[in-house]
Structures are given as C-alpha cells and as structure tokens.
C-alpha cells in the first residue's frame, strides 16, 4: 500500500496500482489532489509505503 497523510496525521490519500509482474517496475505520481479530487494546500506531507516485509515512511513536500 502506499497512503500519504497531513501534518495532523489524517490519511488525505489512498495511491495504490498493481501490476501482474512482480519485477516490473511501477511508477506512481501524485497530483496533490486529496481522495475526494481537492486539490491540497502547500506543506509537509508523509508518504508511508508497506509491503508485507518492509514498511517506509518517508516526507514530502508539496510546492504550488
């Protein structure tokens, strides 16, 4: 899965795409849009990935 969430540690949106090939690499892009298609303010955003071996936090920042 991979879910970015606020500062408030809200889940603001839900990014998810599969693939048949486990090898294959994926590309995933957000467009700072929340899960309802508004559109985010500028800030600090987390992105936390977890797979069932490893789970990854990581920051971002969103710049309008």
Do not use: H
């Not at 889940?11 to 795409?17: E, G, S, T, W």
């Not at 693939?19 to 590309?27: G, Q």
């Not at 467009?31 to 298609?37: L, S």
């Not at 071996?53 to 920042?61: A, E, I, V």
Request: aromatic fraction near 10%; charged fraction near 25%.
């Amino acid at each position: 899965t991979m879910k970015i969430y606020d500062t408030a540690g809200r889940l603001v949106k839900n990014l998810f795409r599969s693939t048949s090939d486990i090898l294959c690499p994926t590309l995933i892009s957000w467009d700072g849009r929340d899960n309802a298609g508004n559109n985010l303010p500028s800030g600090v955003y987390f992105i936390k990935f977890k797979t069932e071996q490893l789970s990854k936090t990581r920051k971002l920042l969103l710049i309008r």
